[in-house]
C-alpha cells in the first residue's frame, strides 16, 4: 500500500489492521484509549533502572555511554505520560 507513495515498509513491521498494537515501542490500545510498554520492555527497563539505582548506592562510577542510555530510556517514557513531558529538561 504504501509502495506507490514511495514510502519504504519493512515486510516485518506489516500487520493486519487491529485495534491493539505496537507502535514506536509503545503497545497502543485503540478501544481503551491507552498507551503502555510492553511487558518485555518494561521488564527490560525496570532493569536498566535497578542498575542505576546499585550504581548510585554504592557510589561507583557510571560510564557516558550508560548515563546517555539511561537518559534516553527515560526520555522515552516520559513520552506516554499523560501529563508529563516528552523530554527531561533537568538532565
Do not use: E
Not at 3 to 14: I, S
Amino acid at each position: 500500500m504504501s509502495n506507490p507513495l514511495g514510502v519504504p515498509w519493512h515486510p516485518k513491521k506489516q500487520t493486519d489492521f487491529t485495534f491493539v498494537f505496537t507502535y514506536l515501542s509503545f503497545l497502543w490500545d485503540l478501544v481503551l484509549h491507552t498507551v503502555t510498554l510492553p511487558d518485555a520492555k518494561c521488564i527490560r527497563y525496570r532493569g536498566k533502572l535497578f542498575t542505576l539505582l546499585d550504581v548510585l548506592l554504592s557510589r561507583k562510577r557510571m560510564s557516558c555511554k550508560d548515563a546517555m542510555s539511561i537518559n534516553g530510556t527515560l526520555s522515552h517514557i516520559a513520552f506516554v505520560m499523560p501529563h508529563g513531558r516528552a523530554y527531561l529538561a533537568n538532565l
